[in-house]
């Protein structure tokens, strides 16, 4: 099995791909693998580096096209992996660390043979610039982002052009994702006086109100149509698959509870919570809820109550018209001789933030490796699903040029 494309030094066998993965592996180890696959993306005749803002924390490589009014960018995220090492010498935190090593070994395999396929591929070229950003330990400006876009912005700025078509290297396990789900962070404050634990009811007990709470907006965030067929337990997990990531949820980051000294003083409870919302939810009209909500729960309780979100990012779907995504649909179809199965599916960063700052026009992401493994002592990085992921992303840039090249696409208007 060979790379489509590859350099004049000949095609990649399945071999020389392992040893490729075992060097990158024991580089993300040692901290350096941004250094070894600079040096790799470096040596292939075609692929340009280009210098950014961040050089140790941002890697850019190009593809130069001769038209420089349309680029596919390859963006992947490294979450800081390139020179991080475990915290300490626990078995778990090093497991756990090691099985994140192997999605990251997956992404980077796949998305620098892309840019091996692209330069290599002299029957399909394409006028189109092509670009792969490898973004390591990059400021973050909200603890709920994966990294800050802005600081991406700001790194390539005047060094690339922006309006791209973005594909997002993630692990999806050969699976296109179009959507990304939004989510909300809320900090719920209750405030009440304890009393004697046999006669809890003459006390303004702000744990009730916590649980009734929950119990309320829980009951609100039901699926409202049939799109959820099964539940957990009812069915195999890669049937559940298609269904949960787009299953509202919400879960406690951080409860605490104040404990009065005595009976009769003051006791008070500050929770924060994190919630994800699919693009069919009414998403505003959850956060609307969540005073209305409050203040019916609190009616007759003695209890003091608020409310505060602190956070949110709306759900983001991309348009299934759009040219990455009919581009992926048609690099799959000539590839494997299926359509790509769409799921939902988290970004390494934010859809809306890429989109918003003028860094894609469209965007979807793909990638090898099972997510519901993600960072699971299971997990494993398949040398070949790799290497089909990257036969399909170097497709990707001619399925663009043909799309852009056709007076109905919405690049040839």
């Known amino acids: ?81 390139y020179r991080s090492m475990p915290c300490s010498g626990n078995k778990d935190e090093v497991k756990s660390y090691e099985s994140y090593l192997n999605l990251i070994v997956g992404n980077l395999l796949s998305a620098s043979l892309a840019m091996k396929g692209v330069t290599g591929n002299t029957c399909k070229v394409s006028p ?37 078509h973005l594909v997002i290297i993630e692990s999806t396990g050969l699976r296109a994702c179009t959507v990304q789900k939004g989510c909300l962070v809320f ?82 409870i500050e929770a924060e919570y994190y919630v994800s919302l699919p693009p069919e939810f009414p998403y505003r009209e959850f956060e609307d809820k969540l005073p209305v909500t409050l203040k019916e729960i609190v009616k007759g309780t003695g209890c003091d109550a608020s ?29 494997t001789g299926f359509e790509p199965i769409f799921e939902w599916l988290p970004y390494p960063a934010s859809a809306k933030d890429l989109t918003s700052n003028g860094f894609a026009k469209d965007i979807v992401a793909l990638g090898p490796g099972d997510w519901t493994l993600s960072s699971a002592q299971s997990e494993k990085a398949i040398i070949a699903e790799a290497l089909r992921a990257s036969e399909i992303l170097a497709s990707v840039p001619y399925e663009v040029s043909l799309l852009s090249e056709n007076p109905h696409s919405e690049e040839g208007r």
């Open 1 to 81: 099995m060979a790379v489509k494309g590859a350099d004049e030094a000949g095609s990649i066998t399945m071999i020389e791909l392992s040893q490729l993965y075992h060097e990158i592996s024991d580089s993300l180890m040692e901290g350096s693998a941004l250094y070894l696959v600079d040096d790799y993306l470096s040596s292939i005749r075609g692929v340009d580096r280009i210098a950014t803002k961040y050089d140790s924390d941002t890697a850019c490589f190009a593809v130069r096209g001769h038209d420089h009014t349309r680029s596919v960018t390859f963006l992947l995220s490294t979450s800081g992996a």
């Open 128 to 164: 189109i610039d092509v670009y792969l950003i490898l973004v390591g330990q990059v400021e973050r400006d909200h603890s709920y982002q994966r990294f800050n876009v802005q600081s991406l912005r700001e790194s390539i700025l005047g060094r690339i052009g922006f309006g791209t």
């Open 187 to 268: 900090k719920l404050r209750i405030r009440g006086r304890s009393h004697n634990p046999a006669f809890p009811w003459l006390g303004e007990n702000p744990w009730d109100v916590l649980i009734r709470f929950e119990r309320s907006l829980a009951s609100t965030m039901k699926p409202r149509h049939d799109i959820y067929p099964v539940e957990v337990g009812k069915a195999p997990p890669m049937i559940l698959s298609s269904f949960l990531l787009g299953y509202p949820t919400m879960t406690p980051l951080q409860v605490e509870y104040h404990q009065p000294y005595s009976i009769g003083e003051h006791s008070s």
């Open 307 to 335: 409310v505060e979100v602190v956070y949110e990012e709306e759900p983001f779907r991309e348009d299934a018209q759009s040219v990455i995504v009919k581009a992926t649909s048609n690099a799959f179809l000539k590839l």
